[in-house]
């Protein structure tokens, strides 16, 4: 399967038609990469704002992009629909989910709809390279900079925060680390609800109890000295997102605190569980 691995840039504006601020896309850049590796084709365009025609302070800092640069780009429409035929049936992907959120943030904005014509195949290279590496942690995402340095792949930050530059370093991770993991089993299904559903499902964590999302046998703890089960000897609260109790066991006369948290995601239920003391 060729892919192709896209970055986007963007500027926040409010939009007073819509009443809501939008992540309007100012630039895509793109490498597209076949089977063997090799790269063969770019893409890099820019958008003109419509939302609002002058970039915030930030945008322009991060990206050295001017309101005349923007200026002189094209409509979204212009330049998505021309993205669509660099991609083909090409797989895409993006470092994180967030160029996909935001993309559909754009399509539903330009056009009332959210699906993203040419989102056929989907890979997260963050979520594939950092567990490539064995660092994964959903709750501490490593950044595309970041990440690089941390395995020893070189670049420039002065050319850095460009959606073109930024697709090269994603794809020099990618060759960094492709051989520690199968790459393909990273690369899922989008053009279903499904894929949808999964992109807008918000985590968070259950702080109801009696939730029928709980699985009530993980609010049984064992002693962490004998093993053997303990008695919970009072009420469990809710504390920072979690619950937490005292239990006691009885073999080892002993007390102590455990910590259990109900993390509900698109795919079922993270539980994370701890002996305090």
Same mark, same amino acid.
């Given at each position: 399967?060729?892919?192709?691995?896209?970055?986007? +840039?963007?500027?926040?504006?409010?939009?007073?038609?819509?009443?809501?601020?939008?992540?309007?896309?100012? %630039?895509? #850049?793109?490498?597209?990469?076949?089977?063997?590796?090799?790269?063969? #084709? +770019?893409?890099?365009?820019? /958008?003109?704002? $419509?939302?609002?025609?002058?970039?915030?302070?930030?945008?322009?800092?991060?990206? $050295?992009?001017?309101?005349?640069?923007? &200026? %002189?780009?094209?409509?979204?429409?212009?330049?998505?629909?021309?993205?669509?035929?660099?991609?083909?049936?090409?797989?895409?992907?993006?470092?994180?989910?967030?160029?996909? =959120?935001?993309?559909?943030?754009? @399509?539903? @904005?330009?056009?009332?709809? $959210?699906?993203?014509?040419?989102? =056929?195949? @989907?890979?997260?290279?963050?979520?594939?390279?950092?567990?490539?590496?064995?660092?994964?942690? %959903?709750?501490?995402? /490593?950044?595309? #900079?970041?990440? &690089?340095?941390?395995?020893? !792949?070189?670049?420039?930050?002065? +050319?850095?925060?460009?959606?073109?530059?930024? &697709?090269?370093?994603?794809?020099?991770?990618?060759?960094? !680390?492709?051989?520690?993991?199968?790459?393909?089993?990273? /690369?899922?299904?989008?053009?279903? +609800?499904?894929?949808?559903?999964?992109?807008?499902?918000?985590? =968070?964590? /259950?702080?109801?109890?009696?939730?029928?999302?709980?699985?009530? %046998?993980?609010? =049984?703890?064992?002693?962490?000295?004998? #093993?053997?089960?303990?008695?919970?000897?009072?009420?469990?609260?809710?504390?920072?997102?979690?619950?937490?109790?005292?239990?006691?066991?009885?073999?080892?006369?002993?007390?102590?605190?455990?910590?259990?948290?109900?993390?509900?995601? @698109?795919?079922?239920?993270?539980?994370? $569980?701890?002996?305090?003391?």
């Amino acid at each position: 399967m060729n892919y192709v691995i896209l970055d986007l +840039e963007w500027n926040t504006a409010y939009s007073k038609s819509a009443h809501r601020f939008v992540n309007e896309i100012i %630039e895509f #850049g793109a490498v597209r990469v076949d089977e063997a590796g090799n790269v063969t #084709g +770019e893409f890099s365009r820019l /958008i003109a704002p $419509r939302v609002k025609k002058k970039l915030n302070g930030r945008v322009k800092t991060l990206t $050295r992009l001017t309101n005349e640069d923007v &200026a %002189e780009g094209d409509s979204f429409l212009t330049v998505s629909a021309a993205f669509a035929d660099f991609v083909g049936d090409a797989a895409v992907m993006t470092w994180g989910t967030t160029d996909i =959120h935001t993309l559909m943030e754009n @399509y539903l @904005y330009y056009c009332n709809d $959210r699906h993203i014509p040419f989102l =056929h195949h @989907y890979c997260d290279l963050q979520a594939y390279c950092e567990r490539a590496i064995g660092c994964y942690d %959903e709750g501490n995402q /490593i950044g595309l #900079g970041r990440f &690089a340095e941390m395995i020893g !792949v070189q670049f420039s930050e002065e +050319e850095q925060h460009r959606a073109a530059a930024d &697709a090269y370093l994603s794809l020099r991770c990618l060759q960094a !680390v492709q051989d520690k993991l199968p790459l393909r089993d990273f /690369i899922l299904p989008a053009d279903c +609800e499904a894929f949808y559903e999964r992109m807008l499902f918000k985590n =968070h964590y /259950i702080t109801d109890l009696s939730s029928p999302d709980i699985d009530r %046998e993980q609010l =049984h703890f064992q002693c962490d000295q004998c #093993g053997k089960q303990a008695k919970r000897v009072k009420k469990w609260r809710l504390r920072n997102k979690a619950f937490q109790t005292d239990f006691y066991c009885k073999s080892c006369d002993r007390r102590f605190a455990a910590r259990v948290s109900f993390k509900k995601r @698109y795919d079922g239920v993270k539980v994370v $569980r701890k002996i305090l003391s």
